[in-house]
Structure formats: structure tokens, C-alpha cells
């Protein structure tokens, strides 16, 4: 099983700052891709950004500039430092984790609990 712990989160005013963590734990899988989604009140989960095993990132144009992803392969966490937060960055962040575990290399996602970040103008 694979255990995902977030960390972070809260309020902050506009142009703030704050900074997400995310720490995966457990056996028996090497991770490919980790990252963070988030959801607003009435609005579908998005990408926020991941990084994979290579260290290629991916952005939500809205965050780019802005955020920035860094992740620890040795300690299976992922960063992310946001900045210049706007009233509009307000949702609950997920940790998003992709594993591949086993002989055919099976892949599966495993989701952290969510922590709430709240950007008041």
C-alpha cells in the first residue's frame, strides 16, 4: 500500500506566498510522477503541476510563472512553492502520486487527502 501525507496549505493574502509538501511512503513500487491537482467549490479537479522521474514538469497556464514544482526522488516528496498567490488560487490541493509496481509494471495513482489553501483580496 502507498501512503500519500500532504502538508501546508492555509490562508494567505493576495500576493502571498505559501509552500505545499507532499511525502509518499510504503514498498514495493518505484514512483514515475508526482504532482498536485486542485478544486474549487463547484469546479472539476484540475492540473495544477507535476513533475516526473526525469524532472520534466508540467504547468496549468494559470500557475506558470508563479509556482514552481521540485520533488526529492530519494525521499519520494514534492514541493511546491507557490508565489504571488491570487483570490482565484483558492481550492483544496491534492497530492497526486503514479506508481508502477510489479512485474508488468502496472501503473496506479494514489491521491493525498487534500489541504485546503485559501487566498483572501
Known amino acids: 500500500q502507498v501512503q500519500v501525507v500532504e502538508s501546508g496549505g492555509g490562508l494567505v493574502q493576495a500576493g502571498g506566498s505559501l509552500r505545499l509538501s507532499c511525502a509518499a511512503s510504503?514498498?514495493?513500487?518505484?514512483?514515475?510522477?508526482m504532482g498536485w491537482y486542485r478544486q474549487a467549490p463547484g469546479k472539476q479537479r484540475e492540473l495544477v503541476a507535476i513533475?516526473?522521474?526525469?524532472?520534466?514538469?508540467n504547468y496549468a497556464d494559470s500557475v506558470k510563472g508563479r509556482f514552481t514544482i521540485s520533488r526529492d526522488n530519494a525521499k519520494n516528496t514534492v514541493n511546491l512553492q507557490m508565489n504571488s498567490l491570487k483570490p482565484e488560487d483558492t481550492a483544496v490541493f491534492y497530492c497526486?502520486?503514479?506508481?508502477?509496481?510489479?512485474?508488468?509494471?502496472?501503473?496506479?495513482?494514489?491521491w493525498g487527502q487534500g489541504t485546503q489553501v485559501t487566498v483572501s483580496s
Open positions: 513533475i516526473n522521474s526525469d524532472s520534466s514538469t
Open positions: 510504503g514498498s514495493g513500487f518505484s514512483i514515475n510522477a
Open positions: 497526486y502520486v503514479r506508481i508502477v509496481r510489479g512485474g508488468l509494471q502496472m501503473q496506479y495513482i494514489y
